[in-house]
């Protein structure tokens, strides 16, 4: 695999980051994923558990990689993926949750809370286990991020730190949390409340709090947010489109 190659290659140009990492070779990708979560969580049992749960899906494996490179993509930080996968804070914080997601899914309830509970501390973040996440989040920093237990994020979307998807508290049932769809991109400090739905590539400003659904191409901005016309930012499709996208 290039990328645990390329990841062997920076460690051994660099025996001081090898060391701080406490990474020295690694067979493959959930090895490499173990080590890293060794260290960062300091937690030997963590390391195995991030290691076995990869080992055991290569559809977990490849998701995860996407996650990487579509991070490393949108990022314009120098180094690429490897060094996205070493030193992301939000890599690492949706690692962890689709490692305690594969364990809520198999009904390993408990070892699921405690990965997230205990990964939560480290990157800052609270993600439920049940949460669905699709390929491609970026998760920019990481710090802050909230999200409740029915909430569903689609494929490519950008989400930058203190984001909540929280529930309005008078919501039950299968529905309490957003539901953000394809290429939507979420300002840092938005707050998503109650079953409402985020429309694919809409942007929703920094600092809005969005108590209702917001169409598919439209950007929503302030406290309520209100719709201020057709959405401005996408970093889903990396080629031009036709309404006139910001790059």
Known sequence: MDLVKDVQVLLDDRPQVAAILGLTSFADFPHLAGGLFTYLCKSEVIGRTVRSTYASDARLVETTLYDIAETAR???????????LLFSRGVHA????????????????????AIKAACGRVFATDIHPAATIGKGLWLDHGLGFVVGETAVIEDDVSIWHNVTLGSTLTDS????HPHVKTGAVIGAGAILLGGITIGANANVAAGSIVLDDVPDDTVAVGS????????????????????GTIR
């Open 74 to 84: 949108r990022n314009f930080e120098p180094g690429g993926p490897p060094v996205t």
């Open 94 to 113: 949706i690692m962890a949750h689709r490692v305690a997601h594969q364990l809520w899914q198999g009904r390993d309830f408990n070892l699921a809370l």
């Open 173 to 176: 049932g299968p529905r309490r």
């Open 224 to 243: 309520k947010a209100k719709l201020r016309g057709p959405a401005r930012v996408a970093f889903a499709n990396p080629n031009p489109n036709p309404k």
